[in-house]
């Protein structure tokens, strides 16, 4: 008997892409699934859309107050009855083999809490691929990497974030009733956070696989949160890591969250400055000076601008969707 998954899908006036997303997941060549869709207030056709379908598969909610995306998941995943629980974006799209692979994972591997690819497609508006991104180097030889959570903290001060959206994520239930939901204090990182706290009790398998396709256009969620926010997550999520890495490691893992990870929001902060967002610029300043020298920062940010600067006049292509390591 195949274990029943949850697919748990949050939509918020999502009628652009959330009939592409929803035909995605009923085209999945694993069959013994349910999509919970929380469709939390939205204001334009997406509850009209969501009534067209008749797939007994498909179980829609509409939550009597908005929730926001962390509360809408964390409702659908109180809905749900799956032994896996699935994440998902309302404007991304599955592969037909995504869940058939991860639940092979979670079956071949029962002692891991949850599961994600590090790979994934980039895709625009319209659907057209804008490139992809490539397993981490440590997967060349390994399609399913276990690790734990000391391995962990290593991969992630040398590549950034591994998990590239919600859309990535499958999840044991055993481990949800262990480690707790997506945790509502958070707006960005949640899918990042949960995956910590998961793997600080049970080990976590990476994918070299591309599962899905990630939609880049202007509306989606990352888009509408607040930077200096992002900024105020990351460095918390880096802090925590940190006590997991060597002794040894302090004087890299100090520079190497500088040269990336600061240097991530310093660009964040100039852009918003020159566009006249002084108020963002502002809060984003005022959060990496809390980790790192301004100064420091702005020596950074001219070498890396230099960098860029070199790398167009010799035609150099640069990664569409880059670990921190390429940037460096």
Same mark, same amino acid.
């Given at each position: 008997m195949q274990p029943l998954v949850s697919v748990c899908m949050p939509v918020?006036?999502?009628q652009l892409y959330v009939a592409e997303a929803i035909d995605s997941i009923l085209r999945q060549t694993y069959g013994n699934f349910?999509?919970?869709?929380?469709?939390?207030?939205?204001?334009?056709?997406?509850?009209?859309?969501?009534?067209?379908?008749?797939?007994?598969?498909?179980?829609?909610?509409?939550n009597t107050r908005q929730l926001g995306q962390v509360g809408a998941v964390n409702r659908a995943i109180e809905r749900a009855s799956g032994h896996?629980?699935?994440?998902?974006s309302h404007d991304d799209r599955m592969l037909a083999h995504d869940l058939e692979t991860m639940v092979r994972c979670c079956v071949e591997h029962p002692e891991i809490g949850a599961c994600f690819s590090t790979c994934f497609r980039g895709i625009d508006e319209n659907g057209r691929v804008l490139a992809t991104r490539a397993p981490i180097s440590e997967q060349a030889n390994a399609p399913v990497l276990i690790i734990s959570i000391e391995t962990m903290a290593q991969l992630v001060y040398k590549y950034?974030? +591994?998990?590239?959206? #919600?859309?990535?994520?499958? @999840?044991? *239930?055993?481990?949800?009733?262990?480690?707790?939901?997506f945790n509502p204090q958070l707006e960005v990182h949640v899918d990042w956070e949960l995956c910590q706290r998961i793997a600080t009790r049970y080990p976590i398998a990476?994918?070299?696989?591309?599962?899905?396709?990630?939609?880049?256009?202007?509306?989606?969620?990352?888009?509408?949160?607040?930077?200096?926010?992002?900024?105020?997550?990351t460095y918390a999520l880096l802090d925590e890591l940190a006590q997991h890495l060597p002794p040894d490691s302090v004087v890299w893992r100090d520079a190497y969250r500088c040269r990336a990870h600061s240097l991530r929001y310093f660009r964040s902060a100039v852009r918003a400055l020159l566009r006249g967002h002084v108020g963002t610029a502002r809060a984003l300043f005022?959060?990496?000076?809390?980790?790192?020298?301004l100064a420091v920062m702005l020596r950074v940010y001219a070498?890396?601008?230099?960098?860029? +600067?070199?790398?167009? #006049?010799?035609?150099?292509? @640069?990664? *569409?969707?880059?670990?921190?390591?390429?940037?460096?």
């Open positions: 918020w006036n999502g349910e999509l919970i869709v929380q469709n939390d207030q939205s204001t334009d056709a997406t509850a009209a859309i969501l009534e067209r379908y008749s797939d007994p598969r498909l179980r829609v909610e509409c896996f629980l699935r994440f998902f950034g974030g +591994l998990v590239g959206s #919600l859309s990535s994520l499958m @999840v044991a *239930r055993q481990a949800l009733e262990h480690c707790g939901a990476l994918l070299a696989e591309e599962l899905c396709e990630i939609r880049v256009h202007a509306g989606q969620y990352t888009h509408r949160i607040d930077p200096a926010q992002g900024a105020r997550e005022a959060e990496i000076a809390r980790h790192d020298h070498l890396y601008v230099g960098r860029r +600067l070199r790398q167009r #006049l010799r035609h150099q292509s @640069v990664p *569409r969707f880059p670990y921190a390591c390429d940037q460096l």
